[in-house]
């Protein structure tokens, strides 16, 4: 079974189109990027499979889950993290993981919380405000948060943007370390064609609100004839701009 | 869990990232028994004054001290749910919160609970203070009291709820109506004199909000000496009204919300 199933799902904001009938299925287990420039339709998407945004048509179905119907069955075992959404920033580290823990049902909150501190190396500042971090340390922060409930389904919206190298290296690997260990689900956006060489078995390709194209990262560098999916991302964007 | 499908654990989640909030933040405590404070010390003074030249003052003179702090429970009652909402968005915190298990009824909970602490810190310090410094106790209205706070207190949160449901309409553009919204019904609402007063079409209105009848039932107790039914139940079941209008405008513009987008954006 699969751990995403999207059929026909359109977003229109007025005349707009934002997501025209999309079809995709992502794989339990696999680890999905989803591609395209700016405008493409990805963080719209990923709304739309969160339920913060409601599709103008078409059907979600998430752990076997229609999202329509029954979403609060399954936001137990999604999380998600983005650069554009904040934590309350006047409290610490631990008390925003805290927060979240008990809102996410975490049997053992403390326990829970000890072990991202470690395994994110969050120990330095977690009772320091989150509001006095730096983005890289935020970052880290938000995919500790995103981690809290052990998801089986996680949604990753741009994870590394505005880290160094080094942190960006060590966030992907936490995150690959995490996917492998728990079996789970991974479905991210992102610019970083490294990131997603890296780290994903399959990638969708999306402009101007639809898939154009979609297979492991390794057969789309073999189909556009290019030497990576930088080179792969770039023909996409150039068509975008052509059409 | 509850058998509406509300969790109390998600409740008391929400409840304690404000008590985070108060606990590390004493200027904030403080600022909320400010206010509450600084309206009694001044209204306490021109009681005082209408005290000597006033017969029907002074048969109680803690009937405008009395009004006040009544008056300051819906204030802040009211501040209490939409300022608690506004934290989430200032902190540009609801994507995180509506992606995870929390129900919006869930956060209309917490935001009625963080809305009571608020109004117990908030007013109960300047009921302390008026006892002290002026020996006016607002308990000498016994236990029609509760009467009167548990009706100011749901006004209040039904006006903090449709406040909040503005802000996720139009934005925090919209922030002011919070500390506005609730001074469009004090002339209406009779505080610190009778509805008769009114011109007898603006009566009509007032009679249409829960407070004109809390505020009657108030001087009824502190004038007779007696505690009306009347106006008691026609409060409760203007409020019964205004609650669900409140929720359920809250509701629909969360609704709208999730149809425009706006969860992952609001607070810009």
Redo the contacts between chains.
């Keep these: 079974m699969n751990a995403v199933e999207a059929a026909g799902l359109t977003?229109r904001?007025g005349a707009v189109a934002a997501v025209s009938e999309i079809s995709f299925s992502v794989g339990r287990g696999s680890t999905t990027a989803l591609l395209g420039g700016n405008g493409a339709g990805k963080?719209?998407t990923i709304?739309m499979l969160?339920?913060?945004?409601?599709p103008t048509a078409g059907r979600i179905t998430v752990l076997g889950e229609d999202m329509a119907r029954h979403r609060?069955r399954v936001?137990?075992r999604?999380?998600?993290t983005?650069p554009?959404?904040?934590?309350?920033?006047?409290?610490?580290v631990e008390?925003n993981l805290?927060?979240?823990a008990?809102?996410?049902?975490v049997a053992r909150p403390r326990r829970r919380i000890a072990e991202l501190v470690a395994a994110l190396d969050l120990g330095e500042f977690v009772q320091r405000a989150y509001g006095t971090l730096s983005a890289g340390q935020r970052t880290r922060v938000s995919i500790a948060?995103a981690l809290l409930n052990e998801p089986d389904l996680l949604l990753l919206d741009e994870p590394t943007a505005s880290l160094d190298p080094d942190i960006a290296d060590r966030v992907r690997r936490q995150l690959m370390e995490y996917q492998r260990g728990a079996g789970a689900t991974l479905l991210l956006a992102s610019h970083n064609m490294v990131e997603v060489e890296r780290m994903c078995d399959a990638v969708l390709m999306m402009r101007a609100g639809r898939i154009v194209d979609s297979g492991a990262p390794g057969e789309l560098v073999a189909r556009y004839g290019r030497r990576n999916m930088e080179e792969v991302f770039l023909d996409v964007a150039r068509a975008e701009a052509a059409a | 869990m509850s058998s509406a499908?509300l969790?109390l654990?998600?409740i008391?989640?929400?409840i304690?990232?404000h008590l985070?909030?108060f606990k590390?933040?004493w200027v904030r405590v403080v600022e909320m028994a400010y206010w509450p404070t600084m309206q009694m010390v001044l209204w306490a003074f021109i009681a005082k004054y209408l005290a000597t030249n006033s017969s029907v003052i002074a048969q109680v003179p803690g009937v405008l001290v009395s009004a006040l702090l009544l008056w300051e429970v819906l204030f802040r009652g009211q501040l209490g749910v939409a300022l608690s909402f506004f934290?989430?968005l200032y902190?540009?915190?609801?994507?995180?919160?509506?992606?995870?298990?929390?129900?919006p009824m869930e956060l209309v909970a917490a935001m009625i609970g963080v809305s009571l602490i608020r109004t117990v810190i908030g007013v109960g310090t300047a009921i302390a203070l008026a006892i002290v410094l002026y020996q006016t106790s607002i308990f000498d209205l016994g236990v029609p009291l509760v009467a009167f706070f548990a009706n100011l207190l749901v006004t209040a949160w039904s006006v903090g709820l449709m406040v909040s449901a503005l802000v996720m309409r139009y934005g925090l553009a919209a922030e002011n109506f919070a500390w506005g919204a609730i001074f469009v019904a004090a002339p209406l609402s009779g505080i610190y004199y009778p509805i008769d007063v009114l011109p007898p079409w603006l009566q009509a209105v007032a009679w249409c909000l829960p407070t004109s009848h809390v505020f009657e039932g108030m001087r009824a107790v502190l004038l007779e000496g007696e505690f009306r039914w009347d106006p008691f139940w026609s409060a409760v079941a203007l409020n019964a009204v205004y609650l669900a209008a409140g929720i359920g405008v809250f509701l629909a513009s969360f609704?709208g919300a999730?149809?425009?987008?706006m969860?992952?954006?609001i607070?810009e």
């Design positions: 977003k904001f963080t719209t709304s969160l339920g913060v945004l409601l609060y936001l137990p999604m999380n998600f983005s554009y959404v904040d934590l309350p920033r006047k409290l610490t008390e805290t927060v979240f008990r809102l996410y049902g948060k | 499908g969790s654990r998600r008391y989640a929400m304690l990232r985070y909030l590390k933040s934290e989430e902190s540009r915190n609801l994507g995180h919160l509506f992606v995870s298990p929390l129900r609704r999730r149809k425009r987008g969860l992952l954006q607070g």
